[in-house]
T-cell receptor, first 112, second 110 residues
Framework: GQQVMQIPQYQHVQEGEDFTTYCNSS?????IQWYKQRPGGHPVFLIQ?????EVKKQKRLTFQFGEAKKNSSLHITATQTTDVGTYFC????????????FGKGTKLTVNP | NAGVTQTPKFQVLKTGQSMTLQCAQD?????MYWYRQDPGMGLRLIYY???????DKGEVPNGYNVSRLNKREFSLRLESAAPSQTSVYFC?????????FGSGTQLSVL
């Protein structure tokens, strides 16, 4: 089945520091999505990347899709306490199916 | 807007008991999902439904059954609950591959 590795599993930063999480696939992807889950909440869609080498920004968040479409990253500049939560990447299932496969997530804590 | 509504929010079962988790969406989406979330394991797909009347197994379907009653509703049934099914269950629907999640059901099986 579809293999996805997301690192790191945990990241603790001081407020104002940057944060990056990485997602790697064993296969070439048609697209990749990112979700954020606040503590005690449910996952919320952040973005979908489709094109090779694509870079998208949402305020302090920068999303990249690798040239080979096998990896992606989410970078947060100058973290704030509101960034606390778990960030997941999600890949299409085998054959590009809608059965999304989620990475295990990176749990971000921010020390004020 | 209600979005995706799951009931109940919390449930405690004894081993061997059965129950059904209910999910309904009001966004007219075709695709619906059931995921379970366990610490350190991310979200794992239990079952998927591409449209009314169709269901498909996900990564961890054993011990579960589903029913896509109509376009709005997708229920998950545990026929004989086991402690290994203690988890948080999320229902979701999708449009253009973007998932919208319900608020989850926290299930404990003793």
């Amino acid at each position: 089945g579809q293999q996805v590795m997301q690192i790191p599993q945990y990241q603790h930063v001081q407020e104002g520091e940057d944060f990056t999480t990485y997602c790697n696939s064993s296969t070439t992807l048609s697209n990749i999505q990112w979700y954020k889950q606040r503590p005690g909440g449910h996952p919320v869609f952040l973005i979908q990347l489709v094109k090779s080498g694509e870079v998208k920004k949402q305020k302090r968040l920068t999303f990249q899709f690798g040239e080979a479409k096998k990896n992606s990253s989410l970078h947060i500049t100058a973290t704030q306490t509101t960034d606390v939560g778990t960030y997941f990447c999600a890949l299409p299932g085998e054959g590009g199916s809608e059965k999304l496969v989620f990475g295990k997530g990176t749990k971000l804590t921010v020390n004020p | 807007n209600a979005g995706v509504t799951q009931t109940p929010k919390f449930q405690v079962l004894k081993t061997g008991q059965s129950m059904t988790l209910q999910c309904a969406q009001d966004m007219n989406h075709n695709s619906m999902y059931w995921y379970r979330q366990d610490p350190g394991m991310g979200l794992r797909l239990i079952y998927y439904s591409a449209s009314e009347g169709t269901t498909d197994k996900g990564e961890v379907p054993n011990g579960y059954n589903v029913s896509r009653l109509n376009k709005r509703e997708f229920s998950l049934r545990l026929e004989s609950a086991a402690p290994s099914q203690t988890s948080v269950y999320f229902c979701a629907s999708s449009r253009y591959e973007k998932l919208f999640f319900g608020s989850g059901t926290q299930l404990s099986v003793l």
